[in-house]
């Protein structure tokens, strides 16, 4: 049973540029949690989905950012016109059931994404 | 306001030596406190969860306290390894679960 898988694990984007973030959760798991972590700094909660929905972005800025969960595929944490401020490492995280109660939530290796 | 305040910030301890790192919340409502291990460019691992009814909780070296009353934990490590120098950072989940609240860590390096 693999753990959660990103990738890619670096990606590099000119500013202006679009950023795609993909994320397959454990298997089994239908619930993926979106992370942003700036340098020298703590995780930071963007985006909780399961299948097809959008649980609760509260941590997601207005602009420019989106995230899916499809039916079929990975989740996919999108970035547009991005600038040197997105640059950050971007961990996705899985659970098997909704809500952190007790439940287990594991962690990929996430995705460093570098804007130059 | 719900926070997780960690301390140290940083830590450099001996190998062979024990340690204990602090971890204070004010998340409400309390459903249940962990701690992560994060290597430097990978991401947290989990050492333990614990419940409101749970004082203590062990993981091999690691040992997890938890003082519900006063809203604090630590995580002790013993006899410690080069392998445990990382990142541990305190979590409460947040807003009946969806949402874990991360502490800023404190960075552990073990010298030989």
């Known amino acids: 049973n693999a753990g959660v898988m990103q990738n890619p694990r670096h990606l590099v984007r000119r500013r202006g540029q679009e950023a795609r973030l993909r994320c397959s959760p454990m298997k089994g798991h239908s619930h993926v949690y979106w992370y942003r972590q700036l340098p020298e700094e703590g995780l930071k909660f963007m985006v909780y989905?399961?299948?097809?929905?959008?649980?609760?972005e509260s941590g997601m800025p207005k602009e420019r950012f989106s995230a899916e969960f499809p039916k079929e595929g990975p989740s996919i944490l999108r970035i547009q016109q991005v600038v040197r401020g997105d640059s950050a490492a971007y961990f996705c995280?899985?659970?098997?059931?909704?809500?952190?109660?007790?439940?287990?939530?594991?962690f990929g290796q996430g995705t460093r994404l570098t804007v130059v | 306001k719900n926070q997780v305040e960690q301390s140290p910030q940083s830590l450099i301890i001996l190998e062979g030596k024990n340690c204990t790192l602090q971890?204070?919340?004010?998340?409400?409502?309390?459903?249940?406190l962990r701690w992560y291990k994060q290597d430097t460019g990978r991401g947290p691992v989990s050492l333990t969860i614990m419940t409101f009814s749970e004082n203590t909780k062990s993981n091999g070296r690691y040992t997890a306290t938890l003082d519900a009353d006063t809203k604090q934990s630590s995580l002790h490590i013993t006899a410690s390894q080069l392998s445990d120098s990382a990142s541990y950072i305190c979590v409460v989940p947040l807003r009946a679960g969806n949402m874990l609240t991360f502490g800023g860590g404190t960075r552990l390096m073990v010298k030989p």
């Open positions: 995280a899985s659970s098997q059931s909704g809500g952190y109660m007790n439940t287990e939530a594991f």
């Open positions: 971890c204070n919340y004010t998340v409400s409502p309390f459903s249940n």
């Open positions: 989905l399961q299948k097809e929905n959008i649980i609760d």
